[in-house]
């Protein structure tokens, strides 16, 4: 996604990071000491749009280098197997390349190394300039939901923090909210479903997403990162920053929704 979600020369893109940082929390060297939170939700948009929330999760992450990040997010295409794993040993973007490392097997719940799956995906893609930014080259273990039922997600959010054990890895769920209505209404379905997410209730998460018909993309990825982090100890989610596309488009006809939650 290089040259379209983000710059495509290293430069400029540490430029655009930075930027992200100054227009959101500030440097993540100013994210202050505590406990590093056990998972985040972030947006996965254009840096130019949601660069400045995503910003928030990073920051609040900055605590300590993690062993490694798991990345959950949504398989926008709905094509290749429930979950999808990345068949490639790296990942590269303009700042260097990371090392893809799995530490358990999760082939049991679908789990398939499926490159045709993550190569047009940018849902996870979009995290890593961030990750390299703040941590260098730090292992990532990407994986995509085409499955994102509440079976699926809960089930995978627990083991995912069985297999972490004593580990602390950063845990990221990709998710952009509601897409394209009227920012009156994007901001009033998003508090619903918020409310959800900060209680760290995924009943209550799915069925605000039915009955509201709330059109976050990365549900399941939510779920997954509710799941994950109560399994490893946490009790509520707090809201960090939430914002909408018209904040850089000046566009509030239709507008795509973007939060930054971190669960302590």
Sequence with gaps: MSGLFYPDDASALRRTISECFQNGPGSPKDAGP????????????????????????YA???????????????????????LSLSGHGRWETPLGAS?????????????????????????????????QHVWGDVPISPILMNDQSQSAAERLGRHLAGMAGRDRPAFIASSDLTHYSPEEVARRQDAALLEAVLEMDTDHLYRTLLQRRVTACGYGAIAAAIEYC??????AGRLLKYDTSAAASGDASSVVGYCSVAFY
């Design 99 to 131: 090392p893809v490392w799995y530490g358990g097997d999760i082939s049991w719940c679908g789990a398939l190394p499926d490159t045709p799956s993550h190569a047009p995906e940018h849902s996870l893609e979009v995290q890593l300039p961030m990750i």
């Design 34 to 57: 505590g406990d590093m939170p056990y998972g985040v939700v972030c947006p996965h948009a254009g840096y130019v749009y949601s660069g400045a929330v995503a910003a928030h999760s």
């Design 230 to 235: 109560r399994a490893r100890g946490a009790t």
């Design 60 to 82: 609040e992450m900055n605590r300590a280098r993690p062993p490694y990040v798991i990345l959950v997010g949504p398989n926008h295409r709905g094509s290749g197997p429930a």
